[in-house]
């Protein structure tokens, strides 16, 4: 399975970004998908969860409120729309997928994204 992150960039404090994440269409259904990040130097942490048909969704604390993540299961797409952010939002963004959004929470994926870089200046 591959899955592919785009939208990253490099914006100023306050600014907002959408990022997406494209999967194969036919199975993208049955995931649980999630968005985790890594900051240079530090562990890989999640950001948010949401399950196969997008009822439930889990929010790290340092972004609930400022994140919002979706899925478009029609067009294998998963988004997060992230506003006001933080300089410490800065790190490499990945998208992953589980069959078991349980499992994902607890951060393991099945397959994961090579991940789209996002730098904020302050």
């Known amino acids: 399975v591959r899955l592919v992150e785009s939208g990253g960039g490099l914006v100023q404090a306050g600014d907002s970004l959408r990022l997406s994440c494209t999967a194969p269409?036919?199975?993208?259904?049955?995931?649980?998908m999630g968005w985790f990040r890594q900051a240079p130097g530090k562990a890989r942490e999640i950001v948010a969860v949401?399950?196969?048909?997008?009822?439930?969704?889990y929010y790290a604390d340092s972004v609930s409120g400022r994140f919002t993540i979706s899925r478009d299961n029609a067009r294998g797409t998963l988004y997060l729309q992230m506003n006001a952010l933080k300089p410490e939002d800065t790190a490499t963004y990945f998208c992953?997928?589980?069959?078991?959004?349980?499992?994902?929470?607890?951060?393991?994926?099945?397959?994961w994204g090579k991940g789209t870089l996002v730098t904020v200046s302050s």
């Open positions: 992953a997928q589980s069959t078991t959004y349980a499992t994902l929470r607890d951060g393991f994926g099945e397959h």
């Open positions: 269409t036919g199975t993208f259904g049955i995931y649980a």
């Open positions: 949401i399950s196969n048909q997008g009822v439930s969704t």
